[in-house]
């Protein structure tokens, strides 16, 4: 099942998140190399969302990766939704 992960930025994310970048982009890659995450990336002009697309079997997985964020840990992050998507057109398991 997909679902995405919404996450909505504090102001200044762009700048704020520099010395936390690397470790935040090694704990999307594990998810990635695991093949839970299916692509990811911040919204442009303005970058006050980023968005993930999981396909996993529940939300479990998608709750262990926001506590393990350090982004989410270092306050990056002012909030966050997690929604089953529906794929009606493209890759379908």
């Not at 762009?14 to 695991?34: G, I, W």
């Not at 006050?48 to 989410?72: H, L, M, Q, S």
Request: glycine share 4%; net charge negative; proline share 6%.
């Amino acid at each position: 099942m997909y679902f995405i992960l919404t996450y909505y930025t504090v102001d200044d994310y762009t700048e704020l998140r520099l010395p936390y970048r690397e470790d935040h982009l090694n704990h999307v890659k594990a998810y990635y190399q695991k093949g839970m995450i299916v692509m990811a990336g911040a919204l442009d002009a303005p970058a006050d969302k980023a968005v993930i697309i999981f396909n996993c079997p529940d939300e479990a997985p998608i709750r262990e990766f926001v506590n393990g964020d350090p982004y989410v840990q270092n306050q990056l992050i002012s909030s966050y939704d997690i929604r089953p998507w529906n794929v009606v057109i493209g890759h379908r398991e």
